[in-house]
């Protein structure tokens, strides 16, 4: 769940719990029960203290994040002078609902899945999920936007760089079957990142996280060619466009003193407002082979936006020539290019033929609040109940793993309860 730095300091001021109650982790879930074979295409990740260590240019290695520990005994990260604490409700798994909360954690108050590859295993192995891709934390942002807005570009380029190199050998690299590997982008100049994109693919990552509104990080929009670089590279080198909701710090959310589940309500609405302007864009249109994942973003929007581009297109769209897509629709854009993900298996499967049975995958959002963890197995068990074998395949594991090229053992693709 995105929480931006002004929005984290509003509420840590508004929403502080009592430091006097047990910081105690409940026990090991015992292990699900395994209906079907799934790939979580959205889970998170805590960077580990060392995650920087021996990955740093000589001569930039005392600049690079830290962690340090204030008056108060939080841990936090230090970079370029300001701090980034880990936001409590990014790594609540394994906490009881009644410690849920905004204010900074320590590491020894997280499951070690949130933070070590090992564990994560061992709580994905719990939870019954095969595979995953994990988004990194706040040192970082959602899409490197904390290295990108550096102010010492050959410091942030850096430091990106040596995440992406400790996400591959660290995160990715012990358990190539289990994790799907993705990078982060400089976005201080698209060529660059289009070089490092061509080099990663080489060297096995199979996704980028891009901001999904650039221009609400001042930077330019999509609407202009100046992204395209960097898109051209992860068309050509098949690198799925993973667009994370709140990665660029904007919600539809705008009165002040908003709580907190509004913006979490509002997710869905993020992701609508992404792929109509990814879509007005012309980007499927400009680059036919590109795909692009909108994470966390769920998929009861998905149905809407086809229906009102496909009304205004003989309406008040009428002869305007905003889509220059020739035989292409937008509709048809929209199917062909974007995959839908989601943690909710709700009603708005009653639509998945208009929406692209094709295109939908399955997160479960680990260690975060809005986690399925650890019972994402009943959750799909009960969310996809009535659909059948084939569509239960494609949502739980068949469209991620040929979205992003990450194959699933053939033991593992056999019928399963559910098909029976």
């Not at 959602?142 to 400790?166: I, M, Q």
């Not at 905003?322 to 993900?341: Q, T, Y």
């Amino acid at each position: 769940m995105a929480i931006t730095q002004e929005r984290m300091a509003a509420l840590h001021a508004t929403n502080r719990r009592s430091t006097a109650t047990s910081t105690g982790l409940l026990p090991d879930p015992e292990p699900r029960a395994r209906a079907f074979t799934i790939v979580s295409v959205d889970d998170h990740l805590i960077e580990p203290r060392d995650c920087f260590e021996g990955r740093m240019p000589a001569g930039l290695v005392d600049r690079a994040p830290r962690i340090i520990e204030d008056d108060a005994g939080n841990e936090m990260w230090e970079y370029e002078g300001r701090r980034y604490p880990q936001v409590g409700l990014n790594a609540v798994a394994g906490r009881p609902k009644d410690q849920w909360s905004v204010e900074p954690a320590r590491y020894d108050e997280m499951r070690r899945g949130c933070f070590d590859i090992e564990a994560r295993v061992v709580d994905m192995d719990l939870d019954g999920v095969y595979a995953s891709l994990c988004f990194p934390s706040l040192i970082a942002g959602f899409a490197g936007t904390v290295f990108s807005r550096s102010e010492d570009p050959e410091l942030g380029l850096a430091c990106l760089r040596a995440w992406n190199r400790w996400h591959l050998e660290e995160w990715a690299g012990p358990h190539p079957d289990r994790i799907i590997p993705l990078q982060l982008a400089w976005l201080g100049d698209p060529e660059v990142a289009a070089a490092d994109v061509r080099v990663n693919a080489e060297l096995g990552f199979k996704a980028v996280s891009l901001p999904e509104n650039p221009v609400d990080l001042g930077l330019p929009s999509v609407y202009s060619d100046h992204w395209d670089p960097l898109l051209r590279a992860c068309e050509e080198t098949d690198t799925v466009v993973c667009l994370h909701t709140g990665a660029s710090g904007w919600s539809a959310a705008r009165a002040p003193g908003a709580p907190l589940e509004l913006y979490s309500t509002l997710f869905s609405v993020n992701a609508m407002v992404t792929a109509a302007e990814w879509l007005w864009a012309g980007i499927p249109w400009r680059f036919p082979r590109l795909r692009i994942a909108l994470s966390e973003g769920g998929i009861g929007w998905v149905a809407m936006l086809l229906d009102r581009i496909e009304y205004i297109l003989d309406h008040s769209a009428s002869g305007l020539g905003a889509w220059k897509g020739g035989d292409l629709s937008p509709m048809d854009g929209l199917r062909r290019n974007f995959w839908f993900c989601t943690i909710d298996l709700a009603s708005s499967f009653a639509l998945r033929d208009r929406i692209g049975i094709e295109n939908i995958c399955l997160e479960s959002d680990y260690p975060h609040a809005d986690s399925t963890w650890p019972d994402t197995q009943a959750r799909a068990l009960a969310g996809l109940a009535g659909l059948s074998p084939d569509e239960i395949r494609r949502i739980t594991w068949q469209n991620a793993s040929e979205l992003f090229r990450h194959p699933v053992p053939p033991e593992l693709q056999v019928p399963t309860a559910a098909d029976a």
